[in-house]
């Protein structure tokens, strides 16, 4: 059987650097520099994220949110407490 984790995430677009961070309750934010048109924020997310987690982008995929601030993310080949470890 698979790993796959869904990931939820808030964005904010326009930033004046890119990070992912969690708050002090442990949600995950990401902070991108690109703007939200033509979904280059949204592969910028992609980008960052298997960065920071040091997997391939194929393995991220958005499954909800892809037009909206709030996000779930699929990642595949992980369990959540290795996303929440490296992040």
Known sequence: MRTRTLLAVTVTPR??????TRDERG????????PPADGR??????????R?????????SIEKG??????????EG?????VRQRI
């Not at 924020?41 to 298997?50: P, S, T």
């Not at 892809?66 to 990642?75: E, P, T």
């Open 52 to 60: 920071i987690l040091g997997i391939a982008k194929s393995r991220i």
């Open 15 to 20: 930033s004046s650097r890119s990070s992912i």
């Open 27 to 34: 949600d995950v934010k990401a902070h991108l520099n690109s």
């Open 41 to 50: 924020a949204n592969e910028e997310l992609i980008k960052l994220l298997a």
């Open 66 to 75: 892809d037009r909206g601030r709030k996000k779930i993310l699929l990642i």
């Open 78 to 82: 992980m369990t959540e407490e290795e």
